[in-house]
């Protein structure tokens, strides 16, 4: 298996995604198992790591998206409801 570095550029319907490759490459690809099991959710601009078979280098899917700094979960202006 080769493991290449992207950024999503669209988000296709069937929860796939075409995701531009740092080799300026466009392939297609759709999120990993366990992403679906733990409801990771992937945007446009995300930087992730694709996985891809020798045998079909338009296809791949999609193993890790790279963590973004933010404020934390629920943004800046969370407030607690009891």
């Known amino acids: 298996m080769l493991s290449l570095?992207?950024?999503i550029e669209e988000i296709l319907p069937d929860g796939r995604f075409a995701v531009r490759l740092e080799n300026d490459h466009?392939?297609?690809a759709y999120t990993a198992g366990r992403m679906r099991r733990y409801r990771i959710r992937s945007i446009v601009g995300d930087r992730v790591t694709?996985?891809?078979?020798?045998?079909?280098?338009?296809?791949?899917?999609i193993i890790y998206r790279e963590r973004v700094?933010?404020?934390g979960p629920g943004g800046p202006n969370r407030r607690l409801r009891r």
């Open 69 to 71: 700094a933010s404020t």
């Open 26 to 28: 466009r392939i297609i």
């Open 50 to 61: 694709v996985e891809m078979t020798p045998y079909d280098l338009e296809k791949g899917r």
């Open 5 to 7: 570095e992207g950024v």
